[in-house]
Antibody, heavy 122, light 111 residues
């Protein structure tokens, strides 16, 4: 059974870099799927951050693109997210999820990890 | 401001039928991209409820159904149960933004 587990520091100082990993178990990330990062600020809705294919091809949310780097480590079967110059607006629950479906633009996200809360402190 | 617009809240009594709307534009739902729905129970990660606009994953009761027309989509829940109380999100793809986009979410309260 495919499982995703996010990890990383729960507290990041403003202006520094937020770094998270998503460990994937039960399947290889080299299968023909994209993998996504999605976040949810406290009490608010979901925001797609970006997606990566095992080859390294990425799609980024244009509003975050200048600060964002998402990668896939096929040797360790994990995904990474780095978001630099963080502010309080980046405080959120961060999820990783697998893209699902035949055509990437028609994809939905399933399954999701349990999420990791990241707070940006001033 | 979300690209897909949902009502912040809906409510209904047990056994009733409720619908949740998801309004988009010509660059997402109107461009015939599929709409997907997620249920997020308190303190848990979202779970797909409807995919490909009308399809239910195995294990999802047939009380949940999805539909789409022009630039809008809807999630219908019949025979409302207390366990349905959750947040619901629609999701699609937007070609102008080249991004997967979500609605702002709708909180369903079972009275």
């Amino acid at each position: 059974q495919l499982q995703l587990q996010e990890s990383g520091p729960g507290l990041v100082k403003a202006s520094e870099t937020l770094s998270l990993t998503c460990s994937v178990s039960g399947d290889s990330i080299t299968r023909s799927n994209y993998w996504a990062w999605i976040r949810q600020p406290p009490g608010k809705g979901l925001e797609w951050i970006g997606s990566v294919f095992h080859s390294g091809n990425t799609y980024y949310n244009l509003s975050l693109k200048s600060r964002l780097n998402i990668s896939a480590d096929t040797s360790r079967n994990l995904l990474s997210l780095k978001l630099n110059s963080v502010t309080a607006a980046d405080t959120a629950l961060y999820y990783c999820a697998r893209h699902h479906g035949n055509y990437v633009r028609e994809n939905w996200f399933d399954p999701w990890g349990q999420g990791v809360m990241v707070t940006v402190s001033s | 401001q979300s690209v897909l617009t949902q009502p912040p809240s809906v409510s209904g009594a047990p056994g009733q039928r409720v619908t949740i709307s998801c309004t988009g534009s010509s660059s997402n739902i109107g461009a015939r991209y599929d709409v997907h729905w997620y249920q997020q129970l308190p303190g848990t990660a979202p779970k797909v409820l409807i995919y490909g606009t009308t399809n239910r994953p195995s294990g999802v009761p047939d009380r949940f159904s999805g539909s789409k027309s022009d630039t809008s989509a809807s999630l219908a829940i019949t025979g409302l149960q207390a366990e349905d109380e959750a947040d619901y999100y629609c999701q699609s793809y937007d070609s102008s933004l080249t991004a997967w986009v979500f609605g702002g979410g709708t909180k369903l309260t079972v009275l």
